[in-house]
T-cell receptor
């Protein structure tokens, strides 16, 4: 079974440019999460989809970040325009339906490393 | 506030020896889950072990075990017979149910290096 896959693995862009990160969750996982880790800091929650709906987007830093999950399958996270402080690793994770015991474990992708210069 | 604290940014251990990574957390919830994830240099984050807060028995997974002290809100990870492949960043996390879904709170991580 394929795990959570993310693309691109690395991205270097200039301040002011746009970047779109993509995440393909594990097949059948309704829950999809985006997290971010700035170097040396904790992994911070950005938002949570249940199928195509945004369940919780309280962690999104500002309106330069836009996440979508059309059709409830893959998700994209767009940063526009990118700023220097957006640099970090963006992790995507997925889990089965909330409320089920086994669904409480989330499975991570390898992360997308974003560097804004 | 819901927080996780990992007070050891970096640690090293000799191959075949035992190492303990510390983790404390703060929550007012009574039902939650605790996790240790590892992220090796290859970057895939992998679940190492999980513990359900209502279970008093410490979870064990092969060479990995936890010391869960609920009253102290402590959740340390012990790695026995350390192997070179254990070199990784280790993240402690807990999850709790919020508005019908699970939210995960992570620590800053501990970088563990296993020395040959």
């Amino acid at each position: 079974e394929a795990g959570v896959t993310q693309f691109p693995s690395h991205s270097v862009i200039e301040k002011g440019q746009t970047v779109t990160l993509r995440c393909d969750p594990i097949s059948g996982h309704d829950n999809l999460y985006w997290y971010r880790r700035v170097m040396g800091k904790e992994i911070k929650f950005l938002l949570h989809f249940v199928k195509e709906s945004k369940q919780d987007e309280s962690g999104m830093p500002n309106n330069r970040f836009l996440a979508e999950r059309t059709g409830g399958t893959y998700s994209t996270l767009k940063v526009q325009p990118a700023e220097l402080e957006d640099s970090g690793v963006y992790f995507c994770a997925s889990s089965l339906k909330s409320g089920q015991r086994s669904g409480n474990t989330i499975y991570f992708g390898e992360g997308s490393w974003l560097t804004v210069v | 506030a819901q927080t996780v604290t990992q007070s050891q940014p970096e640690m090293s251990v000799q191959e075949a020896e035992t190492v303990t990574l510390s983790c404390t957390y703060d929550t007012s919830e009574s039902n939650y889950y605790l996790f240790w994830y590892k992220q090796p240099p290859s970057r895939q984050m992998i679940l190492v072990i999980r513990q359900e807060a209502y279970k008093q028995q410490n979870a064990t997974e092969n060479r990995f075990s936890v010391n869960f002290q609920k009253a102290a809100k402590s959740f340390s990870l012990k790695i026995s017979d350390s192997q070179l492949g254990d070199t990784a960043m280790y993240f402690c996390a807990f999850s709790l149910k919020s508005s019908g879904t699970y939210k995960y709170i992570f620590g800053t991580g501990t970088r563990l290096k296993v020395l040959a």
